[in-house]
């Protein structure tokens, strides 16, 4: 079987996939800064590496670029912009100079992006044909693609991840939820009619594995569910899952004070992102409706 090295392999979307991965009979690697901790936490079977050197020559089959720092949950001060930067962008540009160095690539590399490339979109529905927005996020994914873009001008099948908001119980945005949600003081944010665009765990892990198998797709993909939502339905469909109510609406102005730019951008911005390119390449959805995946993820 191919060999995969992972980067961001101990966040929420790399655990889950390196599972996936050892489980189908990969062979997986992953680049952490450490080691003894990512042991505790991913299965048996993977190789565990804290500088790219220790692959002794070794170039893998598949790269799977997940490395960044989470953007939600605080507000955005100068140094956690620079924090965010150097964990995509530069990141990315050194994992390049590193294959460089050798004069050999992996034959395939997925990297990851963020539908936050599209900037806030309104209600409009926007596919990977759409262009940048001109955010803070954006301005981000798009360098962080343009750093990936190295690797298609050496030749190397890429694909470039456009990753929504990824739903699953023991990790991500739906974790943050929950508790207040359980507690009944869950309900919208700011006006509730921005769109939330979003792709169960499962799902985003087998499309990754998907596009593993299939180096023809290149360029953009938007890993999202082909369901858009407001974040009113959302947090409706939540509490109808929890059996609370959503009744506390969350104001704009409190969100704005408490994480600034973060909030305006991550939270109350609206993206109504369509899977385009998954959908056209054959790729099927398990939980394509909100209500599945939520019930799939909470009801266990």
């Not at 050197?53 to 989470?70: F, I, R, S, T």
């Not at 990851?112 to 599209?118: D, K, P």
């Not at 739903?167 to 509730?192: D, I, S, T, Y």
């Amino acid at each position: 079987m191919k060999s995969i090295l992972i980067t961001g392999g101990t966040g929420f979307i790399g655990r889950a996939l390196v599972g996936a991965l050892i489980e189908q009979g990969y062979r997986v690697c992953v680049l952490t800064r450490s080691p003894t901790l990512a042991a505790e936490n991913l299965p048996a079977g993977v190789s565990l590496i804290d500088n790219l050197e220790m692959l002794k020559g070794h170039v893998p089959d598949v790269l799977v670029n997940l490395a960044g720092e989470p953007l939600a949950g605080r507000r955005w001060s100068p140094a956690t912009k620079l924090l965010f930067r150097s964990s995509r962008v530069e990141f990315t540009n050194k994992l390049f100079a590193y294959f460089v160095g050798r004069g050999v690539y992996p034959a395939r590399v997925i990297s990851g992006s963020a539908i936050g490339y599209y900037g806030n979109c309104g209600d409009r529905l926007v596919d990977e044909r759409e262009a940048a927005g001109s955010d803070f996020a954006a301005e981000l994914c798009g360098d962080w693609e343009l750093a990936a873009k190295q690797f298609e001008q050496a030749g190397v099948s890429l694909c470039l991840l456009r990753t929504g908001i990824v739903l699953g119980a023991n990790g991500g945005a739906l974790k943050q939820m929950l508790p207040p949600f359980r507690a009944g003081l869950g309900g919208p944010m700011g006006g509730g009619g921005q769109f939330m665009s979003w792709i169960h765990i499962n799902d985003m892990v087998r499309l990754i594995l998907f596009l593993i198998e299939r180096p023809a797709i290149v360029g953009p993909l938007n890993a999202v569910s082909s369901q858009s939502i407001t974040n009113r339905d959302f947090a409706v469909a939540l509490a109808n899952v929890l059996h609370r109510p959503a009744l506390i609406r969350m104001p704009a102005f409190v969100l704005t004070l408490m994480f600034g730019e973060m909030a305006k951008t991550l939270l109350l911005s609206s993206l109504r992102v369509l899977p385009t390119r998954a959908l056209a390449s054959g790729f099927e959805f398990r939980y394509p409706q909100l209500s599945g995946a939520l019930e799939n993820l909470l009801k266990k």
